[in-house]
């Protein structure tokens, strides 16, 4: 009972999470030149902290910094007072406070976790599973020259890499290009493309034609056609040899529950900032009951929110796709007690919550 009572919020506080990037994160539709995220920090009457990041991708999501900064502040000062034990009903109330700003409700319900976990001394995964599983991330290779593609696909290749996941979308000549020279380069390894949107449905059937007469099939290819056009989605699913991985059409436990009826795609991948901590268990476990795969994947997050994500794949164990890469392309350097340089997360050494201090 003692510790319940000291499980209370008592204050809260919303921080600048900024950090500058190797190279600009190019995709389809848009790009990040900076990390420029928000952190959501939470202090209970334990003393115990909690800290939450909320990843704001406007040219995906529409969110903006401003929209996030107000919505963090209201959902603080809505929780004070409330236990972090009772974290279903706090994770619905926010559902219905900003349903229009994920990122808010993931950072929320992330700092949420962490100080749940830190109160009962216990690292986070533990919500999710028996024992932590070693992850290998992939590594993105955005959109930019053949040259650089070439360059960073050999560099991640040389340190042990052997996922790579290609970022097309924009030019077909390009992402031809540079599919092929990615693919040369990397033996034996798993060739994963994200079009981000970016193609129509015949376009996306035509592209994989081609790349065929090189001898190139890929593993799998992710978010093929605009979000909301579902029967294209459900046609490449159909026809493609490779995968379908469904992203921005898939956002929530209500989009997961279509894409499951209409047999929609092959993969889900499930994003903290599409739904938050809660909805992604429940997304995660109708996918695997209905022979649905799994990635899990994250927008331009700091080394928090990536953990963070890590944390509930490591323990539900049953992932088939880890896509956490965004720590790598940091400008000073992945630091990361958790994450080896060839991507390796292994959270066996996390001791209470998330493990990851901003």
């Known amino acids: 009972m003692t510790m319940q009572k000291g499980m209370q919020i008592k204050r809260h506080e919303v921080l600048p999470l900024r950090a500058p990037l190797s190279q600009p994160f190019r995709t389809a539709f848009g790009q990040h030149d900076t990390l420029d995220n928000l952190l959501f ?45 009772d974290y279903l009903s706090i994770s619905s109330a926010l559902h219905w406070q900003v349903p229009d700003n994920k990122a808010a409700l ?55 890499f052997r996922a790579f996941k290609i970022k097309i979308g924009r030019d077909r000549d390009q992402d031809l290009e540079r599919v092929i020279a990615v693919a040369r380069i990397t033996k ?11 193609y ?5 059937l035509k592209f994989l034609k081609d790349l065929e007469t090189y001898n190139i099939i890929p593993d799998l290819i992710e978010q093929p056609v605009p979000k909301d056009d579902r029967e ?11 995968k379908v991985c469904a992203d921005e059409s898939v956002k929530d436990m209500v989009d997961a529950i279509w894409a499951v009826k209409e047999k929609a795609c092959d993969v889900i991948n499930i ?20 022979h649905i795969g799994l990635m899990i994947g994250g927008m331009m997050e700091s080394s928090l929110a990536m953990t963070c994500s890590a944390h509930i794949a490591s323990g539900l164990g049953f992932i088939d796709y880890v896509d956490l890469d965004t720590p ?16 390796e997360y292994d959270l066996g050494k996390a001791k209470n919550g998330i493990g990851i201090i901003p």
């Not at 910094?65 to 209201?74: F, G, V």
């Not at 459900?234 to 493609?240: G, P």
């Open 200 to 204: 129509s449905a015949e376009q996306t």
């Open 328 to 343: 790598f392309f940091l400008k000073d350097g992945c630091k990361h007690k958790f994450l080896s340089r060839s991507g």
């Open 271 to 290: 994003k903290l900032m599409k739904c938050g901590l809660v909805q992604a268990k429940e997304i995660a476990f109708l996918a695997r009951a209905n």
């Open 106 to 160: 993931a950072a929320v319900e992330m700092a949420v976790f962490d100080a749940l976990a830190r109160s009962l001394k216990i690292p986070l995964w533990r919500f999710y599973g028996d024992r932590p599983v070693k992850l290998h991330t992939d590594i993105t290779i955005v959109i930019d020259s053949v040259e650089n593609a070439r360059k960073k696909a050999r560099e991640f290749y040389l340190r042990g």
């Open 41 to 85: 920090k939470i202090e209970l009457n334990n003393g115990v902290v909690g800290f939450g990041e909320a990843a704001v991708a406007t040219h995906i999501t529409g969110e903006t910094l401003s929209q996030t900064q107000n919505n963090l502040k209201k959902c603080g000062q809505s929780l004070c007072g409330r236990n972090v034990a």
């Open 232 to 242: 294209g989605l459900k046609k490449v699913t159909r026809l493609a040899k490779p």
């Open 188 to 198: 034996n390894s798993k060739l994963y493309l994200d079009a981000n949107q970016g």
